[in-house]
Nanobody, 114 residues
Framework: QVQLVESGGGLVQPGGSLRLSCAATRNIFRLNSMGWYRQAPGKERELVARISANSSPNYADSVKGRFTISRDNAENTLYLQMNSLKPEDTAVYYC????????WGQGTQVTVSS
């Protein structure tokens, strides 16, 4: 069974921080690179950060220096620490493998607004 459950989103002012979590089933988490993706209204879904099975991270230029991806392999959980948030970070955030499976969780809404 495949399950991805994202949480931690919310409404935050520009410059604020949020920490997203993604609980995944072990069969898809353990040996895979994982990624955080986001989709803003009217835009394509994009990859913002990814992390290899041995925790090597990589970031999109738009979030580099502000976001930090991490993983807890013992708990099958993926995290995204987001600092210095900007209005353009507003989107629904999803986790998935990298490359992504066809299955997607429900995502978590992040809204950055004053």
């Amino acid at each position: 069974q495949v399950q991805l459950v994202e949480s931690g989103g919310g409404l935050v002012q520009p410059g604020g921080s949020l920490r997203l979590s993604c609980a995944a089933t072990r069969n898809i988490f353990r040996l895979n690179s994982m990624g955080w993706y986001r989709q803003a209204p009217g835009k394509e879904r994009e990859l913002v950060a990814r992390i290899s099975a041995n925790s090597s991270p990589n970031y999109a230029d738009s979030v580099k220096g502000r976001f930090t991806i991490s993983r807890d392999n013992a708990e099958n959980t993926l995290y995204l620490q987001m600092n210095s948030l900007k209005p353009e970070d507003t989107a629904v955030y999803y986790c998935n493998t990298r490359p992504a499976m066809n299955y997607w969780g429900q995502g978590t809404q992040v809204t950055v607004s004053s």
